[in-house]
């Protein structure tokens, strides 16, 4: 008996199927933290594989298992998947014992990613935490990427130690670029060396003049503490909650809305995230 | 819709005819009380005619309990595995709360990423429903799952000496045609004796559910004390999830051949009971204590999927509180929750 709901059944499209894809580099970043730039073996999908700033795809380790991992790599370049992992557990451990050249498997992109459409005209102010700087990378590249749909572009960047900040190579350039203001701060500096703020991320407002929060999207990406903080920062600069965006994290198992293992009250991380206002997410219960 | 009516003694005529679609498989006796899905061994007094729910629900023939969703090798990667996908088999004996626990798997197995397993099977299985009457435990009026009148391909009524035969699909039109002389057309009698039926079987529910506002309600019961109280009850053995009709969530593991080059990766049905359901990297837990845990699986069946697809995630059969080995019982907690008196 067919079921009411129109499907089509189509064996050579199964949403669950990873493609092979190849590691073409890997680029230790901090402790623990490598980028891996990855191929779709298939060239044509390689390039046809069409991402929002904020996404995610589920990786897979052949023998091993599956987990999501964001998207670092900005929509604005295409051929190559760029991804920030850190080694926590038994599919980023096998996936960081693999050498260059290596196949894992990859399928997405998947969950909504920001909301760009509506964030182009206005002031970006991204504000990551640690590994959060991952998904964020993507949306920072966007916006320089197509700097004139933007106004002013802001990011500040907050990591333990010096010897935590990822994307070290870039930073360099970043902060001197014309076109962004480019904050970073540790919150200590065992190293003494360290030329930039010392300082938990929050210490960064200071440095960002006139923020305008009616023209503003913020968006944040890491750890429940930054959240905390820098939220309640942006409510006091009158900040409405729908114009603060966040990633959340959750199990994830399918990633497309089957498993029920990523379900925030009614909502699938996967599908109706990982991007949430700062409204939903407080009519979400459990969210934070 | 074409209505027949067939005597019940062409019964065995019946299922042997339906042999001719595939493998058929009824509900037999298991224990005192329990019955259970087996294949059809030619043995009509071995149906269980009567039993209102197997153990486990026949989700188990679109849905597998552990399937391997994938081959693969170092070299090929991922290639789609099927077992049994493609086997025609043929349910008899389900009841109307079954097929719309079936609808309510096809709302989440669709959608813009399509499950080409179930509906692979979905495709391949032929339903043929059979009526009930419910016991105390069955609630699936109050669910809006107590009649179809469409989900099936055949579907009988028990009226006594004669089944009322409905039939749903065209598929369900060839298997009546396959031995015309066993039917009859309906009659007035047989309009009469339906009628009868139904409000006989109307009556009989002992136990009812008031769902108006429900969603509401159990938003402002969202810190009533009841969930941990329960919570603190249950064992998180998570039979409750395993034989709900309606539960769906699962999780997925690879593993490896003793080559080291080939494996499989499944997929198994999980329970949002069990402590790890949502545990992330770093040790967090997003739903810390079994009260929460609890409530999530509550909230989700009559909270979020309703927001969805515009019906809870149960169809009342009353699985769940036969199981439970901590004898939680999902429709007083509901009913508690409402405010009405109880013994939960
Ligand atoms: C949308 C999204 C985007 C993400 N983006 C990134 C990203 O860009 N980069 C990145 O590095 N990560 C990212 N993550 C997190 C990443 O998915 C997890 O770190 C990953 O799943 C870990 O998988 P694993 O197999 O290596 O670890 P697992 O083996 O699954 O274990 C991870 C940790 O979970 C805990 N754990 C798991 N199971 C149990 C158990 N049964 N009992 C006790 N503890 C347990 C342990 O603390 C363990 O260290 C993202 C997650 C989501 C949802
Ligand atoms: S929640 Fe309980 S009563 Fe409802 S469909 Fe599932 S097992 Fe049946
Ligand atoms: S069957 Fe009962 S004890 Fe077992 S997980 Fe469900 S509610 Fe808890
Ligand atoms: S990850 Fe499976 S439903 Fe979201």
Redesign the pocket.
């Known amino acids: 008996m067919l079921s009411k709901q129109t499907v089509k059944l189509d064996p050579a499209n199964n949403p669950y199927k990873p493609r092979l894809a190849r590691i073409v580099s890997i680029k230790p970043q901090a402790p623990d933290h490598k980028l891996f730039q990855l191929r779709f073996e298939d060239r044509d999908y390689a390039e046809s594989f069409c991402t929002r700033p904020g996404q ?1 795809a589920e990786l897979s380790i052949i023998g091993v ?1 599956e ?4 998207i ?1 790599s900005p929509p604005t370049r295409k051929g190559i998947v760029e ?4 080694r ?6 096998a996936l960081f014992d693999l050498p260059t050249n290596s196949m894992v498997g990859l399928r997405g992109p998947y ?1 909504n990613g920001y909301p760009v459409e509506d964030m182009e005209g206005n002031d970006l102010l991204m504000i990551a935490g640690g ?1 959060g700087m ?2 964020l990378r993507s949306l920072l590249w966007y916006a320089l990427d197509n700097r004139a749909r933007f106004n002013r572009v802001i990011l500040l960047y907050g990591t333990r130690s010096p010897e935590d900040l990822l994307f070290r190579e870039e930073f360099d350039d970043l902060i001197t670029r014309a076109d962004l203001e480019c904050h970073v701060t540790v919150d200590k500096d065992p190293t003494g060396n360290w030329p930039y703020n010392v300082g938990v991320v929050t210490s960064l407002f200071d440095k960002v003049d006139n923020l305008n929060p009616d023209t503003t999207y913020a968006a944040i990406c890491g750890p429940p503490v930054v959240y905390k903080f820098v939220i309640d920062q942006l409510l006091k600069l009158n900040f409405s909650k729908g114009r603060i965006l966040m990633s959340l ?2 199990m ?1 198992k399918c990633g497309i809305g089957k498993c029920l293992h990523c379900s925030i009250g009614h909502k699938y ?1 996967c599908l109706d995230g ?1 991007i949430f206002t700062y409204w939903d997410a407080i009519n979400l219960r459990e969210s934070i | 819709m074409k209505s027949l009516r067939m005597a019940k003694r062409h019964l065995p005529k019946f299922l042997e005819s339906l042999g001719k679609w595939g493998k058929v498989y009824v509900p037999v006796k298991l224990g005192k009380n329990s019955y259970r899905w087996e294949e059809f061994d030619g043995e009509v007094d071995n149906i269980a005619l009567d039993a209102l729910r197997t153990v486990i629900p026949a989700k188990k023939f679109f849905y597998k309990p552990r399937e391997v969703m994938f081959e693969y090798d170092k070299t090929n990667g991922y290639t789609q595995a099927c077992a049994e996908c493609e086997e025609d088999v043929i349910l008899f004996g389900i009841h109307s709360c079954g097929i719309h626990s079936l609808e309510t798997l096809d709302n989440i197995f669709a959608g813009k990423y399509v499950d080409n397993y179930y509906f692979t099977r979905r495709k391949n299985i032929t339903i043929v429903g059979t009526s009930c009457m419910p016991d105390k435990h069955c609630f699936c009026k109050s669910m809006g799952a107590d009649t179809v009148d469409e989900g099936y391909d055949i579907f009988l009524t028990d009226l006594g000496d004669d089944f009322l035969i409905g039939v749903g699909s065209s598929k369900g039109d060839d298997i009546v045609n396959d031995n015309p002389d066993i039917y009859e057309e309906v009659d007035e009698s047989t309009t009469k004796r339906y009628l009868e039926f139904r409000n006989k079987r109307d009556e009989s529910f002992e136990l009812v559910l008031d769902t108006s506002d429900l969603p509401t309600i159990l938003d402002f019961q969202y810190d009533n004390p009841l969930w941990d109280e329960l919570g603190e009850r249950c064992l998180a053995c998570g039979s409750c999830s395993m034989v709900c009709p309606t539960c769906y969530c699962y999780n997925v593991d690879d593993t490896i051949n003793l080559d080291s080059e080939t494996g499989e990766r499944w997929r198994e049905w999980d329970c949002c009971l069990f402590r ?1 359901h949502a ?5 967090h837990n997003f739903r810390e204590n079994q009260g929460g845990r609890l409530k999530h699986r509550y909230l989700h069946k009559q909270q979020a999927y309703l927001g969805d697809f515009g019906r809870t995630a149960c169809v009342g059969c009353g699985r769940c509180i036969v199981a439970c080995p901590a004898n939680i019982d999902y429709v007083e907690c509901l009913k508690a929750m409402r405010g009405e008196m109880t013994s939960a």
Request: net charge positive; with cysteine.
């Open positions: 995610f298992g987990c999501p991992i964001s670092s991804m920030c992992v850190r926590t557990g038994r599919v980023t451990n969950g590994l991952a998904p994290e959750r994830m991380t990982p | 790890d545990l992330v990297a770093g040790g």
